[in-house]
């Protein structure tokens, strides 16, 4: 009988204008190189071919760019789209572009902005990309809860809800900002077992 | 009107964020949404917001849309006539 165990099959961590996937480098920029631009010369090296990239809010962005690294060379394409979860979580939700939108709305509200003043639209523009249906959630925590996240996703792998999920953390506030985006299956050779300190061992550069 | 067009060519361009279109490379009569330049629902809000902003005309009836926001050249003309009919 299956008892919900998971395994982490890769990650991503965008920091510090660095881009990892897996613990190796992928991508440096210099350090003045301001966060738009940083993801430009992302979704350049990374990807192209995808122009909405350019309309996204920079959570939507720093989200799909994870998944893009993550899923380029090894997709989860082994998987119904409906058991493809997606469980993320950050400390400043969508406030970053809320207060940009808070902004244009003394002039004329941008449309543009406004339906990114929602943190799960990256889940959303992960979906697309990728098309995953399945179980989402978007958590808002001071800081990254591991054990909240290994406890509610191991629920959704113990229930069938999802055979496979993208989750981690995912925040953007001004400036600063830090992704850990893990990819989790049921079946993982060689991935490490999917628990809190493993997704802390598999972030740590 | 070709320099209207020109005109709107590079604002939609930089109102829409299309980083990937220079404004030289839209047709004046290419469709603007679905398999013409890909444009979408949240575009066309966008283009409402560009003539309010940059022409001071506001669509009075949304049904007009489709046939105004048809091309860029439908777009100037619609211009030309709301200005001329100032």
Known sequence: MYNGEAYITGSCVIRDNRVYRDGELLLETPRELELPEFLRAGYDHFSGQYPKFHKMDPLSKLGWLAAEVLLKETPLNGYPRESVGLILANKSASLDTDLRYYDSVKDIASPALFVYTLPNIVMGEISIRHGFKGENAFFTTDVFDREFMVGYISQLFLEKAVSACLCGWVEVMGPAYEVMLYKVERAGDGGLVFNADNLQKAASI | ?86
């Open chain 2, 1 to 86: 009107m070709e320099k209207l067009m020109a005109a709107l060519k590079a604002q939609i361009v930089e109102q829409l964020n299309l980083q990937e279109v220079k404004p030289e490379e839209i047709g004046d009569d290419q469709p603007l949404f679905k398999d013409g330049l890909g444009l979408d629902s949240i575009d066309a809000l966008e283009i409402i917001v560009l003539l309010q902003q940059h022409y001071g005309i506001r669509i009075a009836n949304p049904e007009q849309g489709p046939e105004i926001f048809h091309s860029v050249r439908t777009i100037a003309e619609f211009i030309t006539a709301h200005q001329t009919a100032k």
